[in-house]
């Protein structure tokens, strides 16, 4: 999951049915699906609290922080990549042994690290799926980690299909991890006239490439102006 939570900012309304924001490279077509990241776009996640639930505010604050002698974002995309949590656990406790209750604690305490849905983007997702529109989820997220989400979010139901990488063995943006979405998706010509939307511009990139409409998630007032944009049936905000 990503490492930096998303603050989601609703804007004017008028700005989301003003033509001016109809740029000339996002006409109006169809749409055969829209996928979603979860992380930081329709989930806040941040990984503190939950470390901080083992070893304090200040302590997991410099277990995360820049001057970090830990990579917490490179080690914990590895379980996104289909590692298990105690093998991360013993390969960070051998390798950063004065780290091992922050590591340890990050799994133990992950329910703080959701810290609730992103209410607007759950209103575009909620909206999207009243209207038909073919939903489907792809994350980075843990396996062993994902049916936290799966108990505390009813609006995953929502979702025709979810792709976690944890369960793929791969994630983003590992060029992989596109190809099992278009199988996922059973989409014949590709996934050309699909949308996708993630916070991270690495992800994004990686979706343009695979021949994606990406969007990079900055905040929910944007994500409506580009969906409408796009011709999805959402209400002005």
Excluded at 74 to 97: I, M, V
Excluded at 109 to 127: K, M, N, P, W, Y
Aim: with cysteine; proline share 8%; charged share 30%.
């Amino acid at each position: 999951m990503p490492s930096e939570p998303t603050d989601a900012r609703s804007t004017d309304p008028e700005l989301a049915s003003s033509s001016e924001l109809a740029d000339p490279g996002l006409a109006p077509a169809p749409v055969d699906a829209v996928v979603f990241d979860l992380g930081n776009v329709l989930i806040r996640w941040d990984p503190h609290p939950a470390i901080a639930a083992a070893v304090g505010e200040e302590a997991a604050a410099r277990f995360l922080g820049p001057d970090s002698d830990f990579d917490f974002p490179a080690w914990n995309q590895l379980q996104d990549a289909g590692r298990a949590w105690d093998e991360a656990e013993a390969a960070g406790a051998t390798s950063h042994p004065h780290w091992e209750p922050a590591i340890r604690g990050y799994r133990q305490h992950f329910h703080a690290s959701l810290l609730g849905e992103i209410e607007d983007t759950v209103r575009i997702l909620r909206e999207l799926h009243a209207a038909e529109i073919p939903l489907f989820a792809l994350t980075n997220w843990s396996e062993e980690l994902f049916p936290e989400a799966l108990r505390r979010f009813d609006f995953l139901e929502l979702f025709d299909d979810i792709i976690v990488s944890g369960e793929e063995g791969v994630a983003k943006p590992d060029p992989e991890i596109w190809e099992i979405l278009e199988e996922r998706v059973r989409h014949e010509g590709g996934l050309e006239d699909c949308i996708f939307i993630d916070d991270s511009p690495r992800n994004v990139e990686a979706a343009g490439q695979a021949g994606l409409d990406a969007i990079l998630f900055t905040d929910t007032g944007h994500l409506r102006e580009d969906l409408r944009a796009r011709g999805l049936p959402l209400a002005a905000r």
